[in-house]
């Protein structure tokens, strides 16, 4: 079993990119714009840990403007942003709904049990979408020997599952069962921004009533490093306790946050490129006998395919594909996953089409 590479300059719309190979492993991949460098080199700067870094504080500050949220905190990477929002939700020996597909179960290396001491409860879902009519099935009930339930805890888009969308009215009648019944409800929105351009609406709407939200800056958004997380002004404070206890206080960060700004400002704006891209690798490859794909259910940057009849497994695949300068992992033995981003461009998704063909072509000969 093979597991996803989760997690560079801007490749022009006509030709192939000249790096050294198409990366599809994942939108962490993206290197910083040459503004972001030169923003990073001119950042004013002070010490975060005494909460004395005006770039960081701009950042935080403006986070919370676009997401109507009170406040923010900036965070090295989207796993702390996630395990500290748990921390501060639940306690010890309490459990948390999720997809069975969730990062924070899945790729953030049991961190949820080592410094939270919950457990999940995973639900599998078509397509990583929960329902409540799911979850409220799920939700502990008082008996003093079970597990009480703590949080729930929701993706969009779902990394696993293809980059999935939660429609709005399923996102919002969670929450308020959620609240209904005394839980909060945490949101890893890492890909929130190619969410909010999948569905024509505003990070601040998909977010308005969860309790906390996550982000990254450092995928599509492009930013070299960072995560911020929202809520409360006193879900934040006690964010920055668990983030300095999670080594996450980084002094002179405003040099990160710089980039951080213009990821915030400028990078969403061009997401439905990456959402044509996929669009577009999603069609072809359904075209290409041995893969299997539904290509209408592509809603992002993200696609998911198997590679069962091709005769191969994803570890064969992914080797076959590098062998010709194509990158991109594997989610388990049969599904394959692509991702766009600001450094691949169509011309890098035709060629990648003709690659698989080769691949599948010659495989079956």
Avoid at 51 to 61: G, I, K, M
Avoid at 321 to 340: H, N, P, W, Y
Wanted: proline share 4%.
């Amino acid at each position: 079993m093979t597991t996803p590479a989760i997690e560079p300059e801007v490749a022009s719309a006509d030709k192939p990119s000249t790096k050294r190979a198409i990366d599809l492993r994942s939108d962490t991949v993206t290197q910083p714009t040459p503004e972001m460098r030169r923003a990073m080199a001119e950042a004013e700067v002070g010490d975060d840990v005494y909460r004395e870094d005006p770039t960081v504080n701009r950042l935080e500050q403006r986070a919370a403007q676009i997401f109507e949220k009170e406040a923010a905190l900036f965070v090295p990477t989207g796993t702390m942003g996630n395990q500290i929002s748990i921390r501060v939700h639940t306690h010890h020996g309490q459990e948390i709904i999720c997809e069975e597909r969730a990062h924070f179960i899945n790729l953030e290396s049991a961190t949820v049990a080592a410094f939270s001491g919950c457990q999940p409860r995973p639900i599998y879902a078509e397509d990583g979408i929960l329902r409540w009519e799911q979850i409220k099935k799920k939700i502990a009930p008082p008996a003093y020997y079970r597990a009480q339930t703590g949080l729930i805890a929701l993706e969009n888009t779902g990394s696993l599952a293809g980059g999935t969308v939660y429609p709005q009215s399923v996102a919002d009648e969670i929450c308020d069962g959620a609240h209904d019944a005394g839980l909060p409800v945490h949101l890893d929105g890492a890909r929130i921004f190619n969410a909010a351009t999948a569905l024509g609406t505003s990070v601040a709407q998909i977010a308005r009533k969860f309790d906390s939200v996550m982000f990254c800056l450092s995928k599509g958004l492009a930013a070299p490093v960072g995560s911020m997380v929202l809520g409360s002004k006193k879900f934040i404070e006690k964010a920055l306790v668990f983030r300095k206890a999670l080594g996450g206080g980084m002094r002179q960060s405003g040099i990160l946050a710089a980039a951080g700004l213009i990821a915030l400002e400028k990078m969403p704006a061009r997401l439905k490129e990456d959402h044509d891209n996929a669009r577009l690798l999603a069609e072809g490859l359904a075209q290409i006998p041995g893969i299997k794909i539904d290509a209408k259910k592509v809603a992002s940057n993200i696609l998911v395919f198997d590679v069962t009849g091709t005769g191969m497994n994803t570890t064969e695949f992914s080797r076959k594909l590098a062998e010709k300068s194509v990158l991109a992992g594997g989610i388990d033995a049969q599904q394959m996953r692509f991702v766009t981003h600001l450094d691949i461009s169509r011309a890098d998704c035709l060629k990648t089409l003709e690659v698989v063909r080769t691949i599948c072509g010659s495989e079956r000969s």
